[in-house]
């Protein structure tokens, strides 16, 4: 059983940043592909961003493009992500996740089958 621990989120202002970690228990983790989404309140969750297991390649969401980076230290078994220029829209429970292995569109969720618990980021304006 893998387990994703999400930390990092909080409160800040506009055009601040933050930067979440994700700790992933196990010895499997530079195997897999891994990924960032979110949930605002009354919307579908949305995927941010995701990183190949080699860390070779980056995916983002067009609405953060240029204002996160996703990251990964395999040998901390630790998966980031960077968030600068943060806006309000940005306000959602952030979660990580492990694609299953052979995925090859990372843009959705259905393409991972483990998840954290979430980290609450809110942004004011």
């Known amino acids: 059983q893998v387990q994703l621990v999400e930390s990092g989120g909080g409160l800040v202002q506009a055009g601040g940043s933050l930067r979440l970690s994700c700790a992933a228990s196990?010895?499997?983790?530079?195997?897999?592909?891994m990924g960032w989404f979110r949930q605002a309140p009354g919307k579908e969750r949305e995927f941010v961003g995701a990183?190949?297991?080699?860390?070779?390649?980056?995916y983002y969401a067009d609405s953060v493009k240029g204002r996160f980076t996703i990251s990964r230290d395999n040998a901390k078994n630790t998966l980031y992500l960077q968030m600068n220029g943060l806006k309000p829209e940005d306000t959602a429970v952030y979660y990580c996740?492990?694609?299953?292995?052979?995925?090859?569109?990372?843009?959705?969720?259905?393409?991972?089958?483990?998840w954290g618990q979430g980290t609450q980021v809110t942004v004011s304006s």
């Open positions: 996740a492990r694609a299953n292995l052979g995925t090859v569109v990372l843009t959705a969720a259905h393409g991972y089958d483990y």
């Open positions: 196990g010895r499997t983790f530079s195997l897999y592909s």
């Open positions: 990183i190949r297991r080699a860390g070779g390649s980056t």
